[in-house]
């Protein structure tokens, strides 16, 4: 069974959580154009990202399995730092971290989320629309012509 845990300050397990995000990213290399950010996180970057973030794990038979690292934007929360374990993968741990931000974009009165993924990744393009995602903007990183990323945004039912 997964539990998700909200990052607090009694969390400790920065070493493990950055090894998580590295191994998870690590398809990546040598696929996409730039490197992924993922490369410039360290130990103190993570954690002030977690305290400047809403920040999830989750725990799958005591081990980090993922994460989801929230902000809330203008009228969305972006989803940045979507990372589930190569050991975890295919459990639907990625389902049920957007489904913790799903709640969260609704109790902040947020309608939608937003997140970014690489041009290249079009399997990640086919998951995020399976799971409700429609690409709304292409966009290129700062010294690129060409785009490098698409945007993608789900809208959200409002429940109460």
Same mark, same amino acid.
Request: proline share 5%.
């Given at each position: 069974m997964t539990e998700i845990?909200? &990052?607090?300050? /009694?969390f400790t397990g920065w070493e493990d959580l950055l090894t998580l995000i590295?191994? /998870?990213f690590a398809y990546m290399d040598g696929v996409i154009d730039p490197p992924s950010s993922a490369h410039r996180l360290t130990l103190v970057s993570l954690e002030q990202k977690a305290r400047d973030e809403i920040a999830f794990v989750a725990v799958e038979e005591g081990q980090l399995a993922? *994460?989801?690292?929230?902000?809330?934007?203008?009228? *969305?929360?972006y989803v940045g730092k979507l990372a589930i374990s190569p050991?975890?993968?295919?459990?639907?741990?990625?389902?049920?971290?957007l489904s913790v931000a799903?709640? &969260?974009?609704?109790?902040?009165g947020?309608?939608?989320?937003?997140?970014?993924?690489? &041009?290249e990744l079009t399997g990640n393009h086919t998951t995020f629309a399976r799971w409700g995602f429609v690409k709304t903007a292409e966009n290129a990183h700062a010294g690129y012509?060409?785009?490098? /990323?698409?945007?993608m945004r789900k809208r959200l039912s409002q429940t109460t």
């Open positions: 845990v909200r &990052i607090d300050e /009694s590295m191994s /998870s993922g *994460c989801v690292f929230l902000k809330p934007e203008p009228g *969305c929360l050991a975890f993968q295919s459990r639907g741990i990625g389902r049920h971290l799903e709640d &969260i974009a609704r109790q902040r947020l309608p939608a989320l937003r997140l970014e993924t690489r &041009i012509a060409r785009t490098t /990323s698409i945007e």
